[in-house]
């Protein structure tokens, strides 16, 4: 047992002539950046009625208990080592009270932030034990109160029932590492498959934890592990395993401001993520989806009526397809405007599904596909496709039904080798339909017959382009296009 002095205020600092204070006295103080406790453990002898405790920086692991202290108390902390000379004393604003560091169960979370502890409130991390009750109860109390939401330490959880956020945190291993091949994060066991695990509304977050379904998936789109049903929410460092559908918006709710990174989707049965209705900004980053089976049911990541959003670092394996891009029927505004930036598409039947009057742009990235690279197919859809490598294993790593613009600039395209029979009868770029196609500065590798602009393409500029075989098959019934400075074999 040890002596703990705990701050809840902010420091004003002075400079304050004494001697050493008594040994032994320990100080304790967040640290809001990097949301840890600091222990400052005093080494010199006592002098002085003035003076409280000498603090030695150090960093202090275990959680802490206590009230808010007195106002006006303070401590000391030495300038130079040895003897009397300088001091800083630190003042504080709000209080300071010492107390004992027992095996008491702290309320609040380690973080250091108003958190509440689910153990708290009689979680059992054993993986048997029912802690429905618990959570929700942790839950009731952080949104009644002035706490930031709940904390979760590491262990295993059962939920029999769904959980509801709203406006409040659920942080389990905040700065766990990335959880691709274990869960070094407190884990939720999903134990009812006909609802959503959590539902999450207007301003709930969830970071540091793993949500996984040990005792079998559910088989409806009305179980998703998350729902979303509200705007400003915002997901972090998670890993979801075995679910039917791993994130999803309902047909009612208008995600708006969504924030998702670090996120982690094992083998689900349907959909990894699927969002719509945000006529806000949305931002997604590293986030993953992985299928152990090939192929998935669903696509890795489904997109519908977003009016704006960044998507960046989005990996699927094995997805049928990998990104799908729809029209949203059940809303006016139903078209998805987004950016997609350095996405690895990895053994999908198709990289990215382009369905309706979309305005999209595709950054780098590699695309790493069994049938389709990009498919297109929308009378108003405008795409670029700038930079990436572009696999296609036996379709074409772009094939565009219709657009009205379409432009192809400074990608790779090839297939695999050795090549597989009737595969090399088919282009590696295909535009049949578009007011406006653009394709400069790609290199075409072997195995195809190149690049082919069909009849229903209306202009084109096709410009600086090399083709290790194949070449320019143009069908176009116009004259209205420009092919020059190409190389071919």
């Given amino acids: 047992m040890k002596t703990i002095e705990r701050k809840c205020g902010s420091l004003s600092v002075e400079t304050f002539h004494g001697t050493a204070p008594e040994r032994g006295i320990y100080a304790a103080s967040v640290s809001p950046w990097h949301r840890t406790l600091k222990r400052h453990k005093c080494r010199a002898p006592a002098h002085g009625p003035d003076v409280r405790s000498v603090l030695e920086a150090g960093t202090l692991h275990e959680p802490i208990q206590s009230e ?8 000391i902390r030495q300038r130079k080592r040895g003897g009397e000379g300088s001091w800083l004393r630190y003042t504080l604003s709000l209080a300071v009270m010492l107390v004992l560091a027992t095996d008491v169960l702290p309320a609040r979370g380690q973080t250091g932030l108003q958190d509440l502890n689910v153990q708290a409130y009689g979680a059992v991390p ?3 034990t029912d802690d429905t009750a618990a959570f929700q109860n942790a839950i009731a109390a952080a949104e009644t109160g002035t706490n930031n939401g709940i904390y979760i330490p590491m262990g295993k959880y059962v939920l029999s029932q769904p959980l509801t956020l709203s406006g409040i945190e659920m942080i389990g291993k905040f700065a766990g590492g990335w959880p691709a091949d274990n869960m070094p994060m407190p884990t939720l066991l999903i134990h009812q498959l006909t609802a959503p695990g959590i539902v999450l509304s207007n301003g709930a977050s969830i970071h540091g934890i793993a949500i996984q379904y040990d005792q079998g998936t ?7 592990a998350i729902s979303l049903q509200g705007e400003g929410i915002t997901l ?29 989707i094992v083998q689900p049965t349907h959909v990894g993520v699927q969002i719509s209705k945000c006529s806000d900004f949305v931002q997604f980053n590293h986030i993953e989806v992985w299928c152990d089976t090939a ?4 696509p890795g990541f489904e997109f519908g009526a977003i009016a704006g959003g960044t998507f960046n670092g989005l990996l699927g394996y094995q997805c049928t397809p990998g ?18 930036v350095n996405c690895c598409m990895d053994a999908a039947t198709t990289g990215i599904s382009i369905n309706g009057n979309h305005q999209v742009k595709i950054t780098a990235g590699d695309w790493d596909c069994e049938f389709w690279g990009a498919t297109v197919n929308g009378t108003n859809a405008q795409v670029s496709i700038v930079g990436g490598k572009w696999h296609a294993n036996s379709q074409e790593a772009i094939d565009v039904t219709q657009a009205q613009n379409i432009l ?4 790779i395209f090839y297939r695999s080798s050795p090549y597989g029979a009737g595969w090399t009868n088919n282009p590696l770029v295909w535009i049949s339909n578009a007011t406006a196609a653009t394709v400069n500065g790609c290199q075409f590798y072997p195995g195809s017959t190149g690049l082919e602009l069909d009849g229903g393409v209306q202009q084109a500029m096709v410009t600086g382009n090399s083709f290790q075989a194949g070449s320019i098959i143009n069908k176009m019934t116009t004259t209205n296009y420009v092919i020059a400075n190409n190389l071919a074999p």
Avoid: E, K, M, W
């Fill in 218 to 224: 559910p088989t409806t789109t009305n179980a998703p």
């Fill in 323 to 340: 990104i799908q891009i729809y029209t949203d029927t059940t809303t006016t505004n139903n078209t998805f405007t987004g950016d997609f």
């Fill in 126 to 128: 054993d993986g048997v």
């Fill in 408 to 411: 192809v600039d400074s990608c």
């Fill in 68 to 75: 808010p202290p007195h106002v006006g108390s303070y401590a």
């Fill in 295 to 298: 192929f998935s049911t669903g």
């Fill in 236 to 264: 972090s460092s998670l890993r979801i395993q075995d679910p039917y559908d791993g994130i999803t918006t309902p047909v009612t709710a208008c995600p708006n401001r969504a924030r998702f990174s670090d996120i982690f």
